[in-house]
């Protein structure tokens, strides 16, 4: 079974960066398409930005596009968010999942299309 440990959350002011790393065991990662997400206090999960198992296909929420990016190295079995000008909205709990495909391209921003999830890591954003 696969896990995913979430790091590199924190506090950090309005306009700050912020990268998040997603480690992973197991043999699967380099064949699993891998996604994070974003969860406030009394909101639904937002999907913030997926990768294809090569790397090759990228895929961002509206929200994070232009100020997130999403990579990975399969030879660390870890994925990567590099948050770029941060807002008080950015605040949440972040979450990273993944799901073994057969697929080079798979990517989505569905959360029923993951199978397994990181127990994620807080970010919090002061103005």
């Known amino acids: 079974q696969v896990q995913l440990v979430e790091s590199g959350g924190g506090l950090v002011q309005a306009g700050g960066s912020l990268r998040l790393s997603c480690a992973a065991s197991g043999r699967t990662f380099s064949n699993s398409g891998m996604g994070w997400f974003r969860q406030a206090p009394g909101k639904e999960r937002e999907f913030i930005a997926a990768i294809s198992r090569s790397g090759g296909e990228t895929q961002y929420g509206d929200s994070v596009k232009g100020r997130f990016a999403i990579s990975r190295d399969n030879a660390k079995n870890t994925v990567y968010l590099q948050m770029n000008s941060l807002k008080p909205d950015d605040t949440a709990v972040y979450y990273c999942?993944?799901?073994?495909?057969?697929?080079?391209?798979?990517?989505?921003?569905?959360?029923?299309?993951?199978?397994?999830w990181g127990q994620g890591t807080q970010v919090t954003v002061s103005s």
């Open positions: 999942a993944g799901r073994v495909t057969t697929t080079y391209s798979w990517t989505t921003a569905l959360t029923s299309g993951y199978n397994y």
